[in-house]
């Protein structure tokens, strides 16, 4: 689930679909509050299959680049007991310009996006989705 892209849209807050998804590509389709669909483009960056995965949002040219300077997220699996799997979640997200002065709102931002994340995986992995 967390190493395919395509599953995406049944974890991850926000992800309306994911769009032309290959192992080390993607586009997801985000749902704004306004209504109106926001793509953002996804390239892998590390993959130690089945302990962890990386990848960056491609910032250049899109209308996230105005606001951040890195955006990156890491996935780690490790065994906890015999039928456990502790998931660890880091996003980096580097704001640029004026934004890095409201760098406590993206950590918060960040924060409950990765908690929202866990509980979709978790929900998916129990069977609750």
Known sequence: MVSDPRQLP???PG???VEEATPAAWTKVLSARSGRAVRADFTRTAAERPR???W?????????ERILSEAR?????????DASTRVELELVETPRG??????????????????EALAGLAALV???D
């Open 10 to 12: 049944r974890w991850w």
């Open 15 to 17: 992800v309306a679909r």
């Open 52 to 54: 962890r995965i990386a």
């Open 56 to 64: 960056r949002q491609e910032l250049l040219g899109s209308p996230f």
């Open 73 to 81: 997220t890491e996935i780690r699996l490790e065994p906890d007991g």
């Open 98 to 115: 004026i934004n890095r002065f409201g760098g406590f709102l993206f950590r918060a931002a960040a924060r409950r996006r990765a908690g």
């Open 126 to 128: 129990e069977g609750r």
